[in-house]
């Protein structure tokens, strides 16, 4: 399983775009780049997925380039909200296990 | 969307005895199941993957004897902890994917909303 690499920590305000950053250096040809969201004392919830290039969706975009060995998690306009800890997951798709690394811990100040 | 629930949402147990923890897909099949602890500040661990009609595959430095885990349907694992101790408290997560899952569609694991365990 490939290991992920991202910052502990980031604060940002409100109405700012957040960009998260996440190193995965081994990923394999059939891994997959998920991102979750978990809010104190609740489970994790998608946010979004992808292979390569541009995903967006109505939440966030995922950009992956070409090598695949990073990518970044766009959060726009934050909220107070949107504090959170924030885990990138490679993995294969179809039921194989994941797992976390250590997060981003996302705190947006008013 | 999916939705994965957990039952209890929050349990205290003495230092001896043991606790079952329910984890339930609503709306789909799953035939594979994760386990997962957390303790405060840190990140989800890897306890087992639960699969339906066999034996959960555990992750290495789980016991095995301690958290037993049954998954008897598709809609439905457990997690027992036996005999618990101060150090079990922690909070407990499963997920699910999919049966339905097709190749090219986007593969989300869904958790359900966690159960916090304090043995005392």
């Known amino acids: 399983l490939a290991k992920t690499t991202q910052p502990i920590s980031m604060d940002s305000y409100e109405g700012q775009e957040v960009n998260i950053t996440c190193s995965h250096n081994?990923?394999?040809?059939?891994?997959?780049i998920t991102w979750y969201q978990q809010f104190p004392s609740q489970g994790p919830r998608f946010i979004i997925q992808?292979?390569?290039t541009k995903v967006t969706n109505e939440v966030a975009s995922l950009f992956i380039p070409a090598d695949r060995k990073s990518s970044t998690l766009s959060l726009p306009r934050v909220s107070l909200s949107d504090t959170a800890v924030y885990y990138c997951l490679v993995g294969r798709t179809g039921g194989f296990k994941t797992i976390f690394g250590a997060g981003t811990r996302l705190f947006v100040k008013a | 969307g999916a939705v994965v629930s957990q039952h209890p949402s929050r349990v205290i147990c003495k230092s001896g005895t043991s606790v079952k923890i329910e984890c339930r897909s609503l709306?789909?099949?799953?035939?594979?199941m994760f386990w997962y602890r957390q303790f405060p500040k840190q990140s989800l661990m890897l306890m087992a993957t639960s699969n339906e009609g066999s034996k959960a595959t555990y992750e290495q430095g789980v016991e095995k004897d301690k958290f037993l885990i049954n998954h008897a349907s598709l809609t439905l694992s457990t997690l027992t902890v036996t005999s618990a101790h101060p150090e079990d408290s922690s909070f407990y997560i499963c997920?699910?994917?999919?049966?339905?899952?097709?190749?090219?569609?986007?593969?989300?694991?869904?958790f359900g909303p966690g159960t916090r365990l304090t043995v005392t």
């Open positions: 997920s699910a994917r999919d049966l339905l899952f097709r190749a090219g569609g986007i593969d989300e694991q869904y």
């Open positions: 709306d789909f099949q799953a035939t594979t």
């Open positions: 081994n990923i394999a040809t059939n891994d997959y």
């Open positions: 992808g292979y390569k």
